[in-house]
């Protein structure tokens, strides 16, 4: 092997291969503890009722100028923005605490041309970061020359408005003190290396309290943002399902939500009600119906159940973007229990380790950036009327149990102590294709059958030599493992070996014992819904805003088609769009309730 220093520098950033946690290289973990049940899982929410909108006929229970609905990464933005213009602000959350999703992220925040990289002279030019946004969102359609490069108007002006408003929605946030930020120079995008990429790094914040590896990201930004709201008055009412809009006159002037009790509560709006109660993971219907691929589920918060859309659809909001969802491998095991503590596999952990399908053989490029490699789970066979890698196996030795352990970002070679119920373990290759056929055997039901081929162990054999043989070059010829800057920030942990080439691959070990686990792709949460216009207003079948009805996040069509651009590129741009709605719906007109309040 040649002689070279296994700590490579890529654009500034050192991302190191040993067993300590450093730099870049943990940036997105998440440690056991942070590895809690998502808001409010806990309890039961109320159920869900019809979503037919009720006319203004009876007085409210409460009366604000703005009501957002869903308190995690969208809503709680949005609530101290609206807050911040002077409006009484009501926030609704189904859960009985706030953060939904956004409590489990490590809340990196993708922010084009952010105040650091501006105060540093870093140039990130709206025209290069449309390009780079618009060439992989439609890969497909993408056209330097076309006035929109190939988008459509739609997606264009979306694209425009992340530009112009997640940096002043990032410095409004941190002057207020409720979401103060670190600048993570050094971080790269997920596509740093395509021409179309002129700001490779620069571009990610993270909240300021975050810990160095920016593994509890979300847990702070939560609580600051939460304080904050608290601080400045926003009523906040959590276990609160919203459940029908209330409408007068084709607008929007409130919502009704049902409580646990099973009490209705009818929120008046004088000027808006703004919709962020994240996407449809957790509705099995709808993910049949709607999604790509056929994923068993995911980690966004379990109260996402696509409300929005069934609420929206009377007042005829129209969808887009239904069939992608930002995406990442998971633990089938988990997946399948419904466990509402699943974190993806963000960072697919150890060096001497190999994902194989039912064959034994390698498919894919393991460090691949998570939404990208879950897409490989999908990919249909029609010769054989089948998905053959719904379920991967990663496959792994003492050296990695050893080296490459961690409690973080949902790896599934973990330390002692922790659940390591979903470890497959064998003293041999002959003994661990056994036991996997075993634990598959458990599965079927849900996996149309899955098994292990006859000549696996041997051909897993055999992927292990020719792995092996990458190894020892560090040079993945199959699937070019270790070949981009993004791939070594995901790498984990590994044991330093000053010799190698590539710190993401170690030879696997001719001696047992060995490891594996059932991995399958699932959503972080989906990304369709109503379409709304760059301020966040709804828009019905006939393009124009319906008068009073909002929606941010993952709830509404994200313009990202299937591109996941950057770490980040989900709160970055839900934060910007938080901002425009909240000045959008400060600017409507007040609709004062046609009855008086409810006083008992
Ligand atoms: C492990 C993990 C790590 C991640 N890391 C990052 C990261 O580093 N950077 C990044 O950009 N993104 C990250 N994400 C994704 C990010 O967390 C989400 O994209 C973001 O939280 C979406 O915000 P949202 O407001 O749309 O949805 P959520 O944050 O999920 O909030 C929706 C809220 O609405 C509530 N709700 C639902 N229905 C109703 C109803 N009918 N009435 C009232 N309330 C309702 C829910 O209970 C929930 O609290 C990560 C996700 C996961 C799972």
Request: contains cysteine.
């Amino acid at each position: 092997m040649p002689k070279r220093d296994n700590r490579r520098v890529v654009t500034g950033v050192t991302l190191g291969v040993s067993d300590h946690t450093r730099d870049c290289e943990v940036l997105m973990s998440i440690p056991q503890q942070a590895q809690r049940p998502a808001s409010g899982t806990a309890g039961p929410s109320p159920a869900r009722q019809s979503a037919s909108p009720v006319p203004d006929d009876r007085a409210p229970d409460a009366v604000a100028d703005v009501v957002v609905v869903g308190g995690g990464g969208g809503g709680l933005p949005t609530a101290l923005f609206s807050r911040w213009l002077g409006n009484e602000v009501v926030l609704l959350e189904k859960a009985d605490e706030l953060g939904g999703t956004a409590r489990k992220a490590a809340f990196w925040y993708w922010v084009p041309n952010n105040e650091p990289m501006r105060a540093a002279g870093i140039v990130d030019d709206e025209a290069d970061f449309l390009r780079y946004v618009a060439r992989l969102a439609r890969p497909t359609a993408y056209d330097p020359d076309s006035p929109t490069l190939g988008l459509t108007r739609w997606e264009y002006d979306m694209c425009r408005a992340i530009y112009e408003s997640a940096s002043p929605a990032a410095e409004l946030l941190a002057e207020k003190g409720a979401l103060e930020y670190r600048h993570c120079p050094d971080v790269p995008d997920y596509w740093s290396e395509i021409p179309e990429d002129k700001t490779p790094t620069g571009r990610v914040l993270v909240p300021a309290g975050a810990r160095e590896s920016m593994s509890d990201g979300g847990l702070v930004g939560v609580a600051s943002m939460g304080a904050a709201a608290r601080r400045d008055g926003v009523d906040i009412r959590t276990g609160h399902r919203a459940q029908r809009l209330v409408v007068r006159d084709g607008a929007v002037v409130g919502v009704e939500a049902t409580t646990a009790d099973g009490r209705t509560h009818r929120i008046a709006a004088r000027k808006a009600v703004v919709f962020a109660t994240g996407g449809f993971t957790h509705d099995v219907d709808l993910r049949r119906n709607f999604l790509h691929a056929p994923v068993y589920g995911g980690c966004a918060a379990t109260t996402n159940e696509g409300d929005f859309l069934a609420i929206a659809g009377p007042v005829g909001a129209q969808l887009r973007n239904m069939n992608y969802a930002w995406m990442c491998p998971i633990p089938l095991e988990r997946a399948v229990a419904r466990d509402p503590g699943l974190i993806g596999m963000f960072s697919v952990a150890g060096d001497s380790m190999v994902f194989v399908d039912k064959t034994g053989h390698r498919v894919v490029n393991e460090k691949l950036q998570y939404n990208e490699l879950a897409q490989r789970f999908f990919t249909y066979d029609g010769e054989k009327g089948e998905y053959p890698h719904l379920v991967l196996i990663q496959i792994w030795d003492q050296r990695s149990q050893d080296h490459s352990a961690s409690d973080e970002y949902g790896r599934l070679i973990v330390p002692p102590g922790t659940d390591d119920s979903h470890v497959i373990r064998g003293e041999t290759l002959d003994e661990l294709a056994e036991a996997i056929a075993a634990r598959l055997d458990r599965y079927k039901g849900v996996t149309g059958g899955l098994t292990l081929a006859p000549d696996f162990a041997d051909n897993l054999r055999r992927t292990i030599d020719r792995f092996n043989a990458f190894a020892e070059r560090g040079v993945d010829e199959d699937f070019h493992r270790g070949e981009k800057p993004i791939q070594f920030v995901f790498n984990g942990p590994v044991r330093e070996e000053p010799d190698r080439a590539n710190p993401t691959m170690w030879p696997i070990s001719g001696q047992g014992p060995y490891y594996a686990a059932l991995v399958t792709g699932g959503t972080l949460d989906t990304k369709g819904g109503p379409r709304t216009n760059p301020d966040g207003q709804v828009l019905d079948d006939t393009g124009a805003p319906v008068p009073g009805l909002y929606g941010v996040g993952n709830c509404v069509a994200s313009a990202s088609g299937q591109a996941y651009w950057a770490g980040g590129a989900t709160l970055g741009p839900i934060i910007a769009f938080a901002h425009r709605a909240a000045q959008a719906a400060d600017r409507e007109p007040v609709r004062e309730p046609s009855t008086q309040l409810t006083t008992a």
